[in-house]
């Protein structure tokens, strides 16, 4: 989802530079209904390319779930690490909290 925000704003990046080239300039209330009409247009080509996307993973064998290969637990030592830094944390917010 990150990744798709950076397309979402080039494409906006695009639109932009498109109306800039044909001589609008935003000043004012009067622009404001441009603007709407190209948040709706930026949805819907993202809508679109969104379609676009999930049909290209559904040609290439997505079946809306990640394939299993190893079924792969943690261990107690695996988790124990793991817990140290949030325990370690804890303990520093609250020795902040009583001073």
Not at 14 to 20: C, E, H, L, V, Y
Not at 21 to 48: C, D, M, N, P, Q
Not at 91 to 98: A, I, K, N, R
Request: charged share 20%; with cysteine; glycine share 10%.
């Amino acid at each position: 989802m990150l990744r798709y925000g950076d397309v979402i704003t080039d494409e906006l990046r695009r639109m932009s530079i498109a109306r800039r080239s044909r001589g609008f300039e935003a000043r004012g209330v009067r622009h404001w209904g441009v603007l709407a009409k190209t948040a709706g247009a930026l949805f819907i080509r993202s809508y679109e390319r969104g379609e676009r996307v999930h049909l290209a993973m559904v040609s290439r064998g997505y079946t809306g779930t990640l394939p299993v290969i190893d079924e792969v637990t943690a261990s107690r030592t695996q988790w124990a690490y793991a817990s140290v830094l949030p325990v370690l944390a804890l303990g520093v917010c609250l020795l902040g909290w009583t001073l």
